[in-house]
């Protein structure tokens, strides 16, 4: 029973290192879901091949919180399993069927606690409390920031040759007012220019970056030159100042 009660506690051990882990890394920026992704992928050693995993490696503080969780990931698979393998040796069917019950029940209740909302919030608000106080990571959640997955995105929009943004100056397109923010614009030649000024041209297959209402981001991707897109602009300049009017 002994081999048994070790598994279950580097079971619990293992969800609590991804707690601290995923909160490690969304203090670096992270979203909550990606995060988590990455923490339980680096602790399991298993690896995908997604711009968010580029993301954590071009990353000196996710890399070297990643680094830890590959470590201490492939410590202890090697003893779980080491440990399963000794709780079952030269045990007779009675016990090891007993064995077999007490390891599904406690994986079981650890899986309820690890799923708990409550318990969720709670490790989230100590953890965080602590990562604050005792480590440098100063960065923030700007999915949380920036309210992504409601009405606000941020996408990449490649300019069509035929679309109305091709050609124009940020002050002749004049976005700001729809309630669009310009955040970068990378260049087919990989340059990028970042926090674009007014006089920035935008040009066509340019791939701009931009913050906004998600239904408008996709309306101005569909606009098209012309007076059809002149009107567009007008109408949402419009709903824009109706939208941030005091009643």
Same mark, same amino acid.
């Given at each position: 029973?002994?081999?048994?009660?070790?598994?279950?506690?580097?079971?619990?051990?293992?969800?609590?290192?991804?707690?601290?882990?995923?909160?490690?890394?969304?203090?670096?920026?992270? #979203?909550?879901?990606?995060?988590?992704?990455?923490?339980?992928?680096?602790?399991?050693?298993?690896?995908?091949?997604? #711009?968010?995993?580029?993301?954590?490696?071009?990353?000196?503080?996710?890399?070297?919180?990643?680094?830890?969780?590959?470590?201490?990931? #492939?410590?202890?698979?090697?003893?779980?399993?080491?440990?399963?393998?000794?709780?079952?040796?030269?045990?007779?069917?009675?016990?090891?069927?007993?064995?077999?019950?007490?390891?599904?029940?406690?994986?079981?209740?650890?899986? +309820?606690?690890?799923?708990?909302?409550?318990?969720?919030?709670?490790? #989230?608000?100590?953890?965080?409390?602590?990562?604050?106080?005792?480590?440098?990571?100063?960065?923030?959640?700007?999915?949380?920031?920036?309210?992504?997955?409601?009405?606000?995105?941020?996408?990449?929009?490649?300019?069509?040759?035929?679309?109305?943004?091709?050609?124009?100056?940020?002050?002749?397109?004049?976005?700001?007012?729809?309630?669009?923010?310009?955040?970068?614009?990378?260049?087919?030649?990989?340059?990028?220019?970042?926090?674009?000024?007014?006089?920035?041209?935008?040009?066509?297959?340019?791939?701009? +970056?931009?913050?906004?209402?998600?239904?408008?981001?996709?309306?101005?991707?569909?606009?098209?030159?012309?007076?059809?897109?002149?009107?567009?602009?007008?109408?949402?300049?419009?709903?824009?100042?109706?939208?941030?009017?005091?009643?």
């Amino acid at each position: 029973m002994i081999a048994l009660a070790s598994v279950l506690l580097v079971a619990l051990v293992s969800l609590l290192i991804t707690r601290v882990a995923t909160m490690a890394l969304t203090l670096t920026g992270l #979203s909550r879901e990606v995060a988590r992704f990455q923490a339980r992928s680096a602790l399991s050693g298993v690896g995908f091949t997604t #711009s968010e995993a580029e993301s954590v490696v071009t990353h000196p503080v996710r890399r070297r919180i990643v680094l830890l969780l590959m470590l201490v990931g #492939s410590a202890g698979i090697v003893t779980v399993m080491a440990t399963l393998l000794l709780s079952f040796v030269n045990a007779d069917r009675e016990q090891a069927l007993l064995r077999l019950a007490v390891l599904a029940g406690g994986l079981a209740g650890i899986l +309820v606690i690890s799923k708990s909302p409550a318990v969720d919030r709670w490790l #989230s608000r100590v953890i965080a409390r602590g990562l604050t106080r005792w480590t440098d990571l100063d960065a923030r959640d700007y999915e949380r920031l920036l309210h992504l997955g409601g009405d606000f995105a941020v996408i990449e929009m490649v300019v069509q040759p035929e679309g109305w943004l091709a050609g124009c100056t940020l002050a002749e397109l004049n976005l700001r007012d729809e309630g669009v923010a310009v955040l970068g614009v990378q260049r087919p030649d990989d340059s990028y220019v970042g926090s674009p000024i007014w006089a920035t041209r935008v040009n066509p297959h340019d791939t701009l +970056v931009l913050y906004g209402p998600a239904a408008r981001l996709a309306e101005l991707d569909q606009r098209p030159k012309g007076s059809r897109g002149d009107d567009a602009h007008q109408r949402a300049v419009s709903e824009q100042s109706a939208a941030v009017s005091p009643p």
